[in-house]
């Protein structure tokens, strides 16, 4: 079955490390997105990616980086310079300008 | 802010009652999507209605956009326990002569259905 899949569902780490989140998808779409959730509040975009090596900023990218060597995988990694990182993350993939999106089940990241 | 806004926060109903969400958003669209999220699950898309429709149906979903107001309900008639579930409206931002489609969401609709 085609789908997204992140993981690990749940993380957990200690402040000051970086850790890297997976996103894979076999849809064969060419764009992928980050999100955020935090309680109570919307998605908020922190990168996309319409192609191969090429992705952009969203609206709160500081403190994240992601790549994107292969169409299949899009991951991301939060640093040690993201001020408040224990949040929910989804990932999602669409075909390009179709601006429909499929959501992986996302992975709980937890920063002590 | 293109972001949409969900009213209620919360709806709580029993099983076979209808419910009824409204999204309330700031900027021209070119279309509207309504999503669902199971708790702990990533979000699953519903239905999209285009800035040109008035009205959509999907099964027992039914949902209207209104440009002039800026605004969109989604309405499920007879609902069930399994319908529990948060709901978003998004819109989106396409630029012009451009493919990117970014969505902005809102914060939710939390429904609860008794049975």
């Known amino acids: 079955d085609g789908g997204i899949t992140q993981s690990p569902k749940y993380l957990f780490r200690k402040e000051g490390q970086n850790v890297t989140l997976s996103c894979e998808q076999n849809l064969n779409h060419d764009a992928m997105y980050w999100y955020r959730q935090d309680p109570g509040q919307g998605l908020r975009l922190i990168y996309y990616s319409q192609i191969v090596n090429d992705f952009q900023k969203g609206d709160i990218a500081e403190g994240y980086s992601v790549s994107r060597e292969k169409k299949e995988s899009f991951p991301l990694t939060v640093t040690s310079a993201q001020k408040n990182p224990t949040a929910f993350y989804l990932c999602a993939s669409s075909i390009l300008g179709d601006g429909l999106l499929h959501f992986g089940n996302g992975t709980r990241l937890t920063v002590t | 802010s293109q972001q949409g806004e969900e009213d209620p926060q919360a709806l709580s109903i029993q099983e076979g009652e209808n419910a009824t969400m409204n999204c309330s958003y700031k900027t021209s669209i070119n279309n509207l999507q309504w999503y669902r999220q199971n708790s702990g699950r990533g979000l699953v898309h519903l239905i999209l209605i285009r800035s040109n429709e008035r009205e959509k149906h999907s099964g027992r979903l039914r949902v209207t956009l209104d440009t002039s107001k800026k605004s969109s309900s989604l309405l499920i008639t007879a609902s069930r326990a399994a319908d529990t579930a948060s709901y978003f409206c998004?819109?989106?931002?396409?630029?012009?002569?451009?493919?990117?489609?970014?969505?902005?969401f809102g914060r939710g609709t939390q429904l609860t259905v008794w049975p």
């Open positions: 998004a819109t989106d931002a396409y630029n012009r002569g451009s493919t990117l489609g970014r969505l902005y």
